[in-house]
């Protein structure tokens, strides 16, 4: 048992003085620094013990015992000297190593630890949900001073796209870094039409969600109260969302969920689901108002809606698709909503801007089905 665990710690141990450039420790580094610079000098040793022996008329290749007295001098200094020299150099090259690197890198890992930890202070627990468990990036780790770097940028970085009244991301997080998220995310993950799906397997969708007379809530109980809903209303979408997606605030009432689905999950049942709990849990109190439950009117499209041609329409445009569909919704009665299904591709590009412009126009060409509860 303690051999096998021996032999196991020595192979990770290995397996970290091989991997250059990610070293851990200064015995990693150490360790390969000595091992090539020994094979480097027992190839240049053999090389000028050969050479000597040449030169002095002697057989290179025979047994120690066999060498003539002089020869077998020239092999010991030759092999005392590679010692030295592979101790000198050695030693020399992880001093310098150490001071040049592993020092001032020890430096910014402790700095940037410190600023990782402050960072990720000024942020509730679901906004370090993106660095610690994305649902759209997969990206391996290898607990190196390079990730520790990696992770306070993203970290810190998600300040400037920050939302402090909702507790959510703002719109500039949506344009500026989850778009070409989603957009690498769709270009590893394209599929044929007409597959067939598999438990678990991942679709994506946009959801644009409104909150329904809000300015009536504004003007009846004032905007402090009104931004104290907003807050409810990104803790509640921040819980139901979880750790499928992300939650942007879109601006003024309206909300973006970019939610990552497994198989056989369904976008509909989802949005259901959405504005189920928004209704119970989003309620205004006090104010004289006895409890008032406030409703939302959504509107959500597949991400990508063409499947067959997955980059014609871009992530912004799908938004706009989003934002149709919640429209509908709020002339249908509010506290509802609407979704769209891909029925075929559009034939030409000048048609897909049609529908893009208009879902009703994709619904009467038979692009689109206009999906609702």
Known sequence: MTLSYNLRKFRR???????????????EAATFIYIVSTVFLIIVGAFLFSFISYIMGYEVFVPLHTMPRAQILTFVTIFIGMVLIDILV????????????MMPTATIIKEISDRTEKAASAFPAEMR??????????????GTWVDSIDTYINLAGNEKYYDETTGCFNRKYFQQVLSTMLKTEMMCDIRSSGYLRTYGDRSYAIFMIDIDHFKKINDEFGHQYGDDILA??????????????????????????????????????YAENVRAVFAHDVRITGQGAKNRPVTCSIGYTPFPLISEQPTV?????????????????????????????????PVSKEEIDKMVESILYGESSRYLRILCP
């Open 232 to 269: 409810l209303v990104g803790k509640t979408l921040k819980k139901i969302v979880a750790n499928k997606g992300v939650v942007v605030r879109n601006g003024g009432e309206e909300f973006l969920l970019i939610v990552c689905l497994n198989y056989p999950e369904s976008m509909e049942s």
């Open 90 to 101: 050695g030693t020399f090259f992880v001093w310098l190593y150490d001071k040049l690197i």
């Open 129 to 142: 949900q993106l660095v610690e468990s994305n649902p759209f990036v997969s990206v391996e780790k290898t």
């Open 313 to 345: 329409i871009s992530v912004s445009d799908h938004v706009k698709i989003a934002d149709q569909a919640m429209y509908l919704s709020k002339t249908c009665g509010r506290n509802t909503w609407r979704g769209i299904e891909t029925l075929r591709a």
């Open 13 to 27: 141990f290995l397996s970290g003085v091989f991997a250059v450039g990610k070293w851990k420790s200064l015995k």
